[in-house]
């Protein structure tokens, strides 16, 4: 092997050259976790002619080599093996990729760019859907259409930030934009915090379709985002609107924000029916019904307590146990999980609220589960809670956080299960809050529109985003949440409310 090793650009590496190095600034860094392969270090690596490269080291040399690829230092990086690229959603578009071992060593090198070595793709190409959408690509415009920030909920319990909007470029062309993660968390609170224009530039981003129009968002980690960047390319917009007074603006129409907002919820796209029409559904689906919340059924508690080990949705009341603890009284509550087969003593209340709706052809029930309450209800159950775990008794009234959902009109996301052949209890998998929706979309002709609408929009998902758009196949996930009944328990409150029941017989001649 040579004592100096050939310094050669990125375009130059082949496989079968290994006595050589590169010079590099490192670009980006981030973790990855694969189940089978365990961590790894990846790494995008630019030389000075602009050329990057994807590189990446195991866990077994992550800690050495770590320790000098921080993101934007140049390298001198010799003794590493190259192999081919391919895959989906790949960082460059370079045929070959590297990868560090314990034979590889990274030194500093003397020459300096403080060039981000951007690769910016225009917007009319990503609409022409001619880009291979297997490569990320460099985005930046202006933001607007920017929507709430959601919270989605993914397998195995966890849940996601959502954030949609639009990217403006500098000729006004707009595309469509959808962040995950930290990324959709940043980009809200920025532009919360920001006044005036909001500059996004996303790296390494990736290209896809939905319901037909193309759509950025982040690649997982492998993405980076810059809000407002100190570039040339970030004060073009700047200056078109210091120069033009028809430059771009965050002043949007609320009709054409609606409209946008409508066309990304997919589930606008289910049937719209009032109840009259919902008692008569004989299949598995889920449609959207206006109504109005006239009472709440007080029978069924509001609440109920979840094993936070598994994320079950089944725990009951074991026993109690009662500790000295400096002098003071201890109480440990201890439940029983059935998922875990096991006592459990880490369980967290959830609401259950059971809704009494009409509209003007009929009346019913709808189930409303912790993930969808939790966005109508202005307070937590464990606020509400205040610590409390005692039994719900029938004289201890309701807090009014919920009562005052009383006489509240709601678009309601609705599950047509088959125990509701006859009517019965209807579960909601979202509640929409703007009933100017409502107003825009196509409303059945025996409905009339209530006559105070909230001004305030507000999208309210289910913990489980594939339960809504499948139904039928995810029918049994939408029962898990639903607990016995012995497992409510009781809260101080501050308002009562009295309840009707709905009987069969009124909701057959419904």
Known sequence: ??????????????PRKTACRIQVKIIHTWRHFMKDVGESLELILCDANGTKIHAS?????????GKHVRVGVWRNIDRFSVSAAGGAYRS???????????????TESTYRDDSMF??????????????NPNFLIDVIGQVQDLGDLETIGCNGGKQRQKLEFSLVDICGQRLACCLWGKFAENLHTASQETEGMVICL???????QYRGEFQISNSYDASQMFVNPEIPEADEFKQRAIGDSQALTLAESEE????????????????????RELFEETEEKVCRVVATIYDIDTDWGWYYFGCLGCNNKKVFPHSKTVKKINGKETVTHIWWCEACRSKVTSVSPRFKIHLLVKDDTGETQFLLLDSIATGVVPASAKTLL????????????????????????????VYIQKDNASGGCYKVGKVWKDLRMLMTSEISESYSAPAQASEEPLLIENQSDDIVSTPSSKRK??????????????????KAIKSEKIRKDKSASS
């Open 92 to 106: 460059t578009d370079h045929k070959y990729r590297l990868a560090f071992n314990g034979n590889t060593k990274i």
């Open 256 to 275: 054409n924000k609606l409209e946008l907002q409508m066309k990304r919820d997919k589930r606008m796209h289910y049937p719209q029916r009032n109840l």
């Open 1 to 14: 092997m040579a004592n100096n090793p050939q310094l050669i650009f990125l375009n130059d590496i082949k």
């Open 386 to 413: 205040n610590g409390s775990w005692d039994e719900l008794e029938d004289d201890d009234p309701f807090p009014e956080e919920i009562t005052n959902l009383v006489g509240q009109t709601f678009m309601f996301g």
């Open 118 to 131: 951007l690769n910016l793709v225009d917007f009319k190409s990503i609409e022409s859907g001619l880009l």
């Open 57 to 65: 080291c195991n866990k077994t040399y992550i800690s050495e080599v």
């Open 477 to 494: 996930e939408v029962n898990k949440e639903a607990p016995e009944l012995h497992s409510t328990s009781k809260k101080q409150c501050t």
């Open 202 to 208: 996303l790296r390494f981003a990736k290209i896809g």
